[in-house]
C-alpha cells in the first residue's frame, strides 16, 4: 500500500513536479472513490476526476506537515470540494428535481404526523414511510433549510453536507472515505454538538426528544443542529 512520505510533499510543495505527480498517482483510488459519487449527474468521469486532482493539488501545497493526520485524510475535503464546486459553478446542479420533490413529501408528512401525533415524525420513520434511506432525508430536509439563502451567499455549497453525502450502493472505497471525513469532521466538534449529531443522525431522535435529553428548547436544538451542518458545508469548500 501506497505511503506518502513527509520528505515527498515537502518536495512537491517546494516545486518538485515528480514528486508532486507521484504523491497524486499513489493517491489515485482515493480520487477515484470520490469521484465515482458523482458518476450519472452529465459529467464525464476523466474531466471529474481531473478536477478531483486539482484539490488533491490544492490540498497538497496547503498541508501542514507538523499534523498529526495523513495526506489522504486531510485531502478529502479538497477533493469533494474542488468537484462540488465545479458541478456547482458549471450550473447544472443545485437541488435536483429529485430532492426537492423528497422534501415537499417530507413536509407534508411532518405535518400531517405532528397533528395527528402531537409530535414530530422520526427520521427513520419517514425514511420507511417514503421508501427511501435516511441519508436522503437527512440531504432533503436539509436542501430546504438553505434554498431560500442559497443565491445570497455565494461561498456556502449548496450541495449536501458531508454528513449527508453517505449514499447506498457506493462501493468499498467510497464507504472508507466517508467514515474518514466523519470522523474528522466530528472530532471538530465540542461535546454539545457531537451529542446533538448522535443522536440526531445516529440514534434517529427527534429534535424534541434531544431537547428534552439535553435540557434545552427543539428550537435550541434546530438552530445548533443548523448551525453545525452549515459549518460542516463550509469546511468542504474551506
Known amino acids: 500500500m501506497y505511503e506518502t512520505k513527509r520528505e515527498d510533499i515537502i518536495a512537491a510543495q517546494n516545486g518538485n513536479e515528480e514528486k508532486m505527480e507521484e504523491i497524486l498517482k499513489g493517491n489515485n483510488g482515493l480520487t477515484w472513490s470520490i469521484v465515482k459519487r458523482f458518476i450519472g449527474r452529465g459529467y464525464e468521469v476523466e474531466d ?4 478531483g486532482c486539482m484539490g488533491f493539488i490544492k490540498a497538497i501545497k496547503r498541508f501542514d506537515t507538523s499534523f498529526d493526520v495523513k495526506i489522504s485524510t486531510y485531502a478529502v475535503p479538497y477533493i469533494l470540494g ?9 450550473g447544472l446542479i443545485k437541488v435536483s428535481r429529485s430532492i426537492k420533490e423528497l422534501s415537499m413529501k417530507i413536509n407534508e408528512l411532518q405535518q400531517e404526523y405532528i397533528k395527528k401525533e402531537g409530535k414530530e415524525i422520526s427520521i427513520n420513520l419517514l425514511a420507511e414511510k417514503l421508501n427511501v434511506t435516511k441519508e436522503e432525508i437527512a440531504v432533503a430536509i436539509d436542501s430546504s433549510r438553505t434554498i431560500e439563502s442559497i443565491n445570497d451567499d455565494t461561498n456556502k455549497d449548496d450541495g449536501p453536507s458531508k454528513i449527508e453525502i453517505i449514499e447506498t450502493g457506493i462501493d468499498e472505497a467510497s464507504m472508507i472515505t466517508d467514515k474518514i471525513f466523519l470522523k474528522e469532521l466530528i472530532d471538530s466538534l465540542n461535546s454539545r454538538e457531537k451529542e446533538i449529531i448522535v443522536l440526531r443522525y445516529y440514534k434517529e431522535k427527534t429534535q424534541t426528544e434531544v431537547a428534552k435529553i439535553l435540557g434545552i428548547t427543539q428550537v435550541q436544538v434546530s438552530r445548533i443542529e443548523k448551525k453545525i451542518l452549515s459549518s460542516m458545508r463550509n469546511k468542504l469548500i474551506a
Open 48 to 51: 471529474l476526476y481531473q478536477i
Open 82 to 90: 474542488e468537484i462540488k464546486r465545479f458541478i456547482r459553478d458549471d
